[in-house]
């Protein structure tokens, strides 16, 4: 099992940058491809990139391409997610999430989630 903590959440105006980080625990970080999540007041958990094991492989949801960056260093066993270009309607407590991979694949679905960090951009 693998434990996953975020942290780099914050209050930020809109067209502000933040930066987001989850370290991982418990067992090869470099075995698992990741994923950031969110989910607002209101509304479902929606995915919003994911990167696979290498890091060479990533996904993006069509609201954050072009402002979002998901990377991960193995040496670190961390996953980041550079937001930058904030909007209100990013505001949500974000989550990373893990999978147990084989291969360097990115994936939708995942088996270990983190507690969240709680996002606000300002208008």
């Known amino acids: 099992q693998v434990q996953l903590v975020e942290s780099g959440g914050g209050l930020v105006q809109a067209g502000g940058s933040l930066r987001l980080s989850c370290a991982a625990s418990?067992?090869?970080?470099?075995?698992?491809?990741m994923g950031w999540f969110r989910q607002a007041p209101g509304k479902e958990r929606e995915s919003v990139a994911g990167i696979s094991t290498s890091g060479d492989k990533t996904y993006y949801a069509d609201s954050v391409k072009g402002r979002f960056t998901i990377s991960r260093d193995n040496a670190k066993n961390t996953v980041y997610l550079q937001m930058n270009s904030l909007k209100p309607e990013d505001t949500a407590v974000y989550f990373c999430?893990?999978?147990?991979?084989?291969?360097?694949?990115?994936?939708?679905?995942?088996?270990?989630w983190g507690q969240g960090t709680q996002v606000t951009v300002s208008a």
């Open positions: 418990g067992r090869t970080f470099s075995n698992y491809a």
């Open positions: 999430a893990a999978d147990r991979q084989y291969y360097d694949v990115v994936v939708r679905e995942y088996d270990y």
